[in-house]
């Protein structure tokens, strides 16, 4: 069945929001081909994104998505067949107007935070009235088995991960475009993407100190704590030596870049949701800076992920990624770089955990093909 979209996304911080948003929208555009409005808070955020966005304009189309301003008061529209809110932000009361005068009445659902704890399954496609109007909407939650709604996943991007990793050339020129030599190509390349960490100027002080390795630093947060390491500017292109540590200051990347970033990498550091999905489908080790909740509460979620994930790892390197992901997480400035020279001296089992990994969760239906088949099941043409 052919449907149209409206999705919703209120930018709270980071990428991350807007980031999921995006990749989803235009998934559905270019292998769907259907009609998808993205409504957006903050264009500015979405212009990191997708860099030709003029952030000025109320309504533009964009490699084949609407995206429109979401202001407040929110503009007379008929609204799409399916509207997604993402992450819980409120479609705007006059859309829900909307909705209940509609025929056939949209269906309404809740993308929500990925999480691999248990309790998501029992939620997952669960449906709730709204208090006051005929409205229902349904939690949809991303995730890793079969009982939850997938991951994104673009139809050709596993193939063209294989293409850039096993053909040479193509990660080669990908590279030396980004500003790295022939030598520095053979050297292990680890990329960065994280939180403020003050575990961070311990590892990069044991890089320096070690055998050689490129640091490939994104833009922002993680490029900021190194140029205070270095104690002098790195900006965007700064190719900079300390020792044996050569560190690469990243302008911040398309999403594809990013992607072949992650390909390329002999290790990436992750964060969040987005870069924790796709640091999954590079099929190469990687260490989740996990976005800080209050009280903690993010931890138990981060274990929920390691468990599953190291399930069928053998004890030693179980313990050995769960004791770096739990000291990079709990900030411990002196544990994290004993607890990396372990995960470094295990890293060929890791990488082949790693693909082993992306091959069973590639068996799973991707989210936007999941949502568009629960989209499809509960619309209701007769209204
Ligand atoms: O930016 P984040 O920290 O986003 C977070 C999380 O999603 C968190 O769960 C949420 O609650 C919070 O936002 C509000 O990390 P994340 O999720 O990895 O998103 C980053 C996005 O930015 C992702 O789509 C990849 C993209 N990106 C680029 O396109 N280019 C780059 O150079 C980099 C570094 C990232």
């Given at each position: 069945?052919?449907?149209?979209?409206d999705?919703?996304?209120?930018?709270?911080?980071?990428?991350?929001?807007?980031?999921?948003?995006?990749?989803?929208?235009?998934?559905?555009?270019?292998?769907?081909?259907?009609?998808?409005r993205?409504w957006?808070?903050?264009?500015?955020?979405?212009?990191?994104?997708?860099?030709?966005?003029?952030?000025?304009?109320a309504t533009?189309?964009?490699?084949?998505?609407?995206?429109r301003?979401?202001t407040t008061p929110f503009p007379t529209v008929q609204p799409?067949?399916?509207?997604?809110?993402?992450?819980?932000?409120?479609?705007p009361n006059e859309l829900l107007t909307a909705m209940?005068a509609t025929?056939?009445?949209?269906?309404?659902?809740?993308?929500?935070?990925?999480?691999?704890?248990?309790?998501?399954?029992?939620?997952?496609?669960?449906?709730?009235?709204?208090?006051?109007?005929?409205?229902?909407?349904?939690?949809?939650?991303?995730?890793?088995?079969?009982?939850?709604?997938?991951?994104?996943?673009?139809?050709?991007?596993?193939?063209?991960?294989?293409?850039?990793?096993?053909?040479?050339?193509?990660?080669?020129?990908?590279?030396?475009?980004?500003?790295?030599?022939?030598?520095?190509?053979?050297?292990?390349?680890?990329?960065?993407?994280?939180?403020?960490?003050?575990?961070?100027?311990?590892?990069?002080?044991?890089?320096?100190?070690?055998?050689?390795?490129?640091?490939?630093?994104?833009?922002?947060?993680?490029?900021?704590?190194?140029?205070?390491?270095?104690?002098?500017?790195?900006?965007?292109?700064?190719?900079?030596?300390?020792?044996?540590?050569?560190?690469?200051?990243?302008?911040?990347?398309?999403?594809?870049?990013?992607?072949?970033?992650?390909?390329?990498?002999?290790?990436?550091?992750?964060?969040?949701?987005?870069?924790?999905?796709?640091?999954?489908?590079?099929?190469?080790?990687?260490?989740?800076?996990?976005?800080?909740?209050?009280?903690?509460?993010?931890?138990?979620?981060?274990?929920?992920?390691?468990?599953?994930?190291?399930?069928?790892?053998?004890?030693?390197?179980?313990?050995?990624?769960?004791?770096?992901?739990?000291?990079?997480?709990?900030?411990?400035?002196?544990?994290?770089?004993?607890?990396?020279?372990?995960?470094?001296?295990?890293?060929?089992?890791?990488?082949?955990?790693?693909?082993?990994?992306?091959?069973?969760?590639?068996?799973?239906?991707?989210?936007?093909?999941?949502?568009?088949?629960?989209?499809?099941?509960?619309?209701?043409?007769?209204?």
């Amino acid at each position: 069945m052919r449907l149209s979209w409206d999705i919703f996304c209120t930018v709270i911080d980071n990428f991350g929001d807007i980031g999921v948003c995006w990749r989803l929208a235009r998934q559905l555009a270019q292998e769907r081909g259907e009609p998808v409005r993205l409504w957006v808070d903050d264009l500015a955020a979405l212009g990191m994104l997708q860099t030709q966005l003029d952030i000025n304009a109320a309504t533009q189309m964009r490699d084949g998505v609407e995206i429109r301003h979401w202001t407040t008061p929110f503009p007379t529209v008929q609204p799409y067949q399916v509207v997604i809110e993402a992450f819980a932000c409120n479609p705007p009361n006059e859309l829900l107007t909307a909705m209940v005068a509609t025929n056939p009445k949209p269906v309404w659902i809740n993308l929500d935070y990925l999480s691999a704890e248990t309790w998501v399954e029992g939620c997952h496609a669960l449906g709730s009235r709204h208090p006051r109007l005929p409205l229902t909407h349904h939690f949809f939650f991303p995730g890793f088995t079969a009982a939850t709604g997938g991951l994104l996943r673009e139809a050709n991007l596993l193939s063209e991960r294989d293409t850039f990793q096993t053909q040479g050339t193509v990660r080669t020129s990908w590279l030396a475009k980004l500003g790295l030599s022939a030598a520095e190509q053979t050297r292990p390349l680890v990329s960065l993407f994280c939180y403020d960490n003050p575990a961070l100027p311990g590892l990069l002080h044991h890089w320096a100190s070690g055998a050689p390795l490129c640091l490939l630093v994104t833009h922002g947060k993680a490029s900021r704590q190194v140029e205070a390491w270095l104690g002098e500017p790195f900006l965007p292109g700064n190719r900079l030596q300390r020792s044996q540590l050569t560190l690469f200051a990243l302008p911040f990347l398309s999403q594809p870049d990013y992607d072949r970033l992650l390909w390329a990498c002999d290790f990436n550091f992750i964060r969040g949701e987005d870069s924790f999905v796709r640091a999954q489908w590079a099929a190469r080790p990687m260490a989740w800076h996990i976005y800080p909740q209050e009280e903690e509460a993010h931890l138990p979620k981060l274990d929920a992920f390691l468990v599953r994930y190291l399930e069928s790892l053998p004890d030693a390197q179980r313990s050995t990624l769960t004791a770096f992901w739990h000291s990079w997480n709990q900030y411990d400035t002196i544990d994290t770089v004993a607890h990396w020279q372990v995960l470094w001296s295990q890293r060929d089992e890791l990488a082949t955990h790693s693909q082993r990994w992306c091959k069973a969760l590639a068996q799973q239906a991707s989210l936007m093909q999941q949502l568009a088949d629960f989209a499809t099941a509960k619309f209701d043409p007769s209204g």
